[in-house]
C-alpha cells in the first residue's frame, strides 16, 4: 500500500521554501519516483533547478508563468489565465496518478494575491479520493484555509538574509 497522499506546505518569508520542495524532490528521484513541479509565476529557464532536472530521471520542471513579474497588488488578465492553465496541469497531474510527488512551487502566492481561487483549491483537494500523490504547495502567504487542510505545514522563517544588506541574487543559491 501507498504511504503517499499527503499534503505538505512550505510556507514563510525566510529562504528555503523552493530549495526544500527541491530536496524532497531529489530524495523522491532516489527511489526511483516520478515527480512533477510546476512552478507557477516563472518563466526562466536560467534557474539551476530546471537545468539540473533534466540530468534526473523522472523529475519534470514544467514553469507556467511568463518572464515578468507579477504585479501582486493588481495582477494583469496573462498572468491570471496563466496560473489558471497551471492549476488546470496540477489537477490533471495529480488525478493522472502517473506522479509520485507534484510540487505547486508559489501556488501560496498565487492564490493569495487572487490568481487562484484558494476555494477552489481546498474543493479539489479536500475532494481527492484514495490520493496516492504527495502534494506540496509552495510560497509566502499560504492561505488560512491551505494551512487547515494541510498534514505537515512548515514556516521558514526570515532571520537574516544579505539582501537586506544590498547584496544581488547569487546563480546557484538564489536562483
Ligand atoms: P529559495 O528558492 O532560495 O528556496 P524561497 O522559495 O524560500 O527561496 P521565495 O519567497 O520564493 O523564496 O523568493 C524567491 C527569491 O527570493 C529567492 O532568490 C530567494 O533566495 C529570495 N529570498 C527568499 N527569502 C528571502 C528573504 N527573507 N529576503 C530576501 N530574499 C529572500
Ligand atoms: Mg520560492
Redesign the pocket.
Known amino acids: 500500500m501507498s504511504e503517499l497522499g499527503l499534503i505538505q506546505v512550505y510556507t514563510g518569508?525566510?529562504?528555503?521554501?523552493?530549495?526544500?520542495s527541491l530536496g524532497l524532490a531529489f530524495r523522491a528521484c532516489g527511489h526511483g519516483f516520478q515527480v512533477l513541479m510546476l512552478q507557477f509565476m516563472k518563466e526562466d529557464q536560467n534557474y539551476g533547478e530546471t537545468k539540473a532536472a533534466t540530468c534526473l530521471p523522472g523529475f519534470e520542471i514544467k514553469q507556467v508563468g511568463r518572464n515578468k513579474f507579477v504585479n501582486l497588488a493588481e495582477p494583469e488578465a496573462i498572468d491570471i489565465e496563466l496560473a489558471q492553465n497551471g492549476w488546470k496541469l496540477a489537477q490533471q497531474a495529480i488525478v493522472s496518478r502517473h506522479y509520485d510527488l507534484v510540487i505547486l512551487d508559489?501556488i501560496n502566492v498565487a492564490m493569495a494575491c487572487g490568481l487562484i481561487s484558494t476555494d477552489e483549491v481546498v474543493r479539489f483537494l479536500t475532494g481527492l479520493t484514495d490520493n496516492r500523490t504527495e502534494i506540496v504547495l509552495?510560497?509566502?502567504y499560504a492561505p488560512d484555509a491551505i494551512l487547515d487542510i494541510a498534514h505537515l505545514v512548515t514556516e521558514?522563517k526570515?532571520i537574516k538574509?544579505p539582501?537586506?544588506a544590498g547584496a544581488p541574487?547569487r546563480k546557484g543559491i538564489?536562483?
Open positions: 518569508n525566510g529562504k528555503g521554501k523552493t530549495t526544500a508559489e509552495t510560497g509566502r521558514m526570515d538574509h539582501f537586506a541574487a538564489d536562483f
